[in-house]
């Protein structure tokens, strides 16, 4: 079905068209319409899926029906919040880019950079607002805005929100908008916590639903290399030797560690860029910038870091640590594939994580193939690593259950030729060469 019968401004439809985009991806076919008919909702979908555009071409719609305020009398109509400055800044840009020919304004409020020109584009009435609620709060409670004239209120990926901790920031933020309003909640998952958010801000919502709940994106390859800790450096330069890898997103659980990799793989002449939160916000965007125009091959980052990272291209995620929360194992994933393109996600895996991954196969209903790195050696020698996967097990947020039984039968959904059945403990495949998309976006969803 085109875009064109989803009922969306005629303004809007040429910017998507000029986007490249030919088809709305299944969750756009689903929310745009009752999003245009007023309804709250409830979008349970993982990244990737293009959910971004799914409430953003409603919501302009709306906004460039009722017309645009000129100078002092403007309000700001739409909020955005997001848990991180990376998804804030990837939202910000899709909007720019759907509301490119509509008089709209739109600006972003978050931490680590000067406050200055956010206060400024609060008090302007900047008509869209894309915040992380920290920062926003901080500002509304200092007399900053004018939410008035709110109109539309989105929480975007909220399960992270929760996670992260920004519920009472919320809670507050919301208490000080108007009741009436149309309010979007988009999930990765649907948990009671969420549930409860929706219960407390939402009016009779509609839920919409795409694929699975937290099903990784079905355009990946997941398989795991077995590595004594020792032996991961040198395993992770082995890998970056093949130069299919050309695209290559690394996942450290510590800040420092991320710092330690990307030093080692300079040292071996590999290009690489950081992204953490010890990082200031300018060196964090140019990294990004470095990755996403191929000036470094690799980026190296932490879990919060990459929320929201939306770069198309990426070949290979590999996470040299696994993840200890399977929430995390599937936003990390969904950093390649995204938008149908392929990709492939390599883990790690040490004999302390076994643990991890087994829940990790409980919970997406399968197994994942094991492969050993052909021309690897196994038996070398290597330096001691740090210790700081456990340390991160202690640090970071207590492990959670995950909250839904995994769901069987769905192996077949995988793409066959690169998948095998359950895990092959000790496989004896070989590194098959990679799939290399070619670079920049693939936009066919005639799969989905
Ligand atoms: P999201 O899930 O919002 O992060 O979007 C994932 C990617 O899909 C982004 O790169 C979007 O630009 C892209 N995208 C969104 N909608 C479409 C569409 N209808 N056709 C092709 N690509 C799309």
């Known amino acids: 079905m085109p875009f064109r019968t989803l009922g969306l401004d005629a303004k809007i439809l040429q910017a998507v068209s000029e986007a490249g985009y030919t088809e709305p991806t299944p969750i756009q076919l689903a929310a745009i319409p009752p999003i245009i008919a007023g309804h709250d909702l409830i979008g349970i979908a993982q990244t990737g899926t293009g959910k971004t555009a799914a409430f953003t071409l409603p919501l302009l719609t709306k906004l460039a029906a009722a017309g645009s305020a000129a100078g002092p009398s403007r309000r700001t109509r739409v909020l955005v919040l997001a848990p991180t400055r990376e998804l804030v800044l990837q939202i ?33 009435g900047t ?20 939410f008035s004239g709110l109109q539309f209120l989105v929480l975007d990926e909220a399960d992270r929100m929760l996670d992260m901790g920004f519920l009472p920031s919320i809670r507050k933020i919301i208490h000080a908008l108007p009741k009436q309003r149309q309010t979007l909640l988009f999930s990765a998952t649907l948990s009671k916590e969420i549930e409860a958010l929706t219960h407390e801000f939402q009016h009779a919502p509609k839920t919409i639903q795409i694929g699975r709940r937290a099903n990784p994106a079905e355009t990946v390859t997941q398989f795991v290399y077995e590595v004594p800790k020792h032996l991961k450096p040198a395993l992770l330069q082995h890998l970056l030797a093949d130069p299919k890898m050309e695209m290559v997103l690394v ?8 710092d330690r990799i990307a030093r080692q793989l300079e040292q071996k002449g590999v290009r690489c860029a950081t992204l953490h939160s010890n990082r200031s916000q300018n060196q964090r965007l140019r990294a990004l910038k470095d ?10 980052a932490t879990d919060i870091a990459a929320r929201g990272i939306d770069v198309d291209g990426i070949s290979h995620v590999i996470n040299y640590d696994f993840p200890m929360h399977v929430e995390d194992y599937i936003h990390r994933i969904g950093r390649t594939g995204r938008a149908n393109a392929i990709g492939d996600a390599i883990s790690f895996v040490t004999p302390e994580d076994n643990g991890e991954l087994r829940a990790l196969e409980r919970f997406i209903g399968r197994g994942i193939v094991r492969k050993r790195a052909e021309g690897f050696n196994y038996a070398a020698a290597g330096q001691p690593q740090p210790d700081d996967d456990r340390r991160g097990r202690h640090q970071q947020r207590p492990p959670q259950r995950p909250q839904q039984r995994p769901q069987h039968g769905h192996a077949s959904a995988q793409r066959p030729a690169r998948s095998g059945g359950g895990p092959q403990q000790g496989g004896s495949g070989n590194v098959r060469p990679a799939a290399a998309p070619a670079r920049g976006p693939q936009r066919s969803f005639n799969r989905w």
């Open 127 to 146: 008509e869209i607002i894309i915040a992380c609620p920290g920062r926003l709060l901080d500002l509304m409670s200092r007399r900053h805005g004018n």
């Open 251 to 258: 996942f450290s659980r510590m800040k420092h560690a991320a």
């Open 291 to 300: 990755f996403k125009s191929g000036a470094v091959r690799v980026l190296v």
């Open 92 to 124: 910000e840009e899709n909007i720019r880019a759907y509301a490119k020919h509509l008089p709209l304004t739109v600006a972003t409020v978050f931490g680590g950079v000067g406050e200055h020109p956010q206060i400024r584009a609060l008090q302007y």
